[in-house]
């Protein structure tokens, strides 16, 4: 059993800042890429940022320079610290993390989404 815990979020004026954090627990052999994906309403789910297990990350076009990504293996965490924050931002946010478990199989998990609002 895999469980995915996100933390964060809530309303914050244009220009400014909010983090994300997502604890991955459970039946683990090792996580190969954590990610957060957004959607908004009436729009599909997009990919935000992704970093994978040898630390390299992945951003959209539109939050290059604003946001970052970062991890911690040990306790196998992931943050989405993200900086000048616009109304376009605004969305449900969903930590992902792609795992292999102890018996080999890989899986893609998602947390529960944490919303994010952003007022001009």
């Known amino acids: 059993q895999v469980q995915l815990v996100e933390s964060g979020g809530g309303l914050v004026q244009a220009g400014g800042s909010l983090s994300l954090s997502c604890a991955v627990s459970?039946?683990?052999?090792?996580?190969?890429?954590m990610g957060w994906y957004r959607q908004a309403p009436g729009k599909q789910r997009e990919l935000v940022a992704v970093?994978?297990?040898?630390?390299?990350?992945n951003y959209r076009d539109s939050v290059k320079g604003r946001f970052t990504i970062s991890r911690d293996s040990a306790k196998n965490t992931v943050v989405l610290q993200m900086n000048s924050l616009k109304p376009e931002d605004t969305a449900v946010y969903y930590c992902?993390?792609?795992?292999?478990?102890?018996?080999?199989?890989?899986?893609?998990?998602w947390g529960q989404g944490t919303q994010v609002t952003v007022s001009s």
């Open positions: 992902n993390a792609a795992i292999t478990t102890w018996s080999r199989s890989s899986y893609n998990y």
């Open positions: 459970g039946s683990i052999f090792s996580i190969d890429a």
């Open positions: 970093i994978i297990s040898g630390g390299s990350a």
